[in-house]
Nanobody
Framework: QVQLVESGGGLVQAGGSLRLSCAASGRTFSRYAMGWFRQAPGKEREFVAAISRSGGSTRYGDAVKGRFTISRDNAKNTVYLQMNSLKPEDTAVYYC?????????????????????WGQGTQVTVSS
């Protein structure tokens, strides 16, 4: 079992940056592959980024590729999402997620259903 708490959301102007953090507690953080998802009002949950247990492999959704960067610090039990060049369409609640099974480097890592644990979410609002 792992508990996840996101932070770092807020209101930012288009073109700005934010860094989200997700702090994990419970079992050994380095055993979990991690992901970030987002959900805008009236829309389905969307894959944003995923990272392997070691941090050596990452994957991004097409909408954020080249603008967002996922990273992790296993010593601090934290995964990050650096968001640059933000757009109004990035407005959503952002969730971090963890799973026991390894990062695969396939579309499996983009499925919300493949993750076992979820945080409560943090709101990101990008104004135009």
């Amino acid at each position: 079992q792992v508990q996840l708490v996101e932070s770092g959301g807020g209101l930012v102007q288009a073109g700005g940056s934010l860094r989200l953090s997700c702090a994990a507690s419970g079992r050994t953080f380095s055993r979990y592959a991690m992901g970030w998802f987002r959900q805008a009002p009236g829309k389905e949950r969307e894959f944003v980024a995923a990272i392997s247990r070691s941090g050596g492999s990452t994957r991004y959704g097409d909408a954020v590729k080249g603008r967002f960067t996922i990273s992790r610090d296993n010593a601090k039990n934290t995964v990050y999402l650096q968001m640059n060049s933000l757009k109004p369409e990035d407005t959503a609640v952002y969730y971090c997620a963890a799973r026991d099974s390894p990062y695969r480097g396939t579309t499996y890592d983009t499925w919300a259903s493949s993750y076992d644990y979820w945080g409560q979410g943090t709101q990101v609002t990008v104004s135009s």
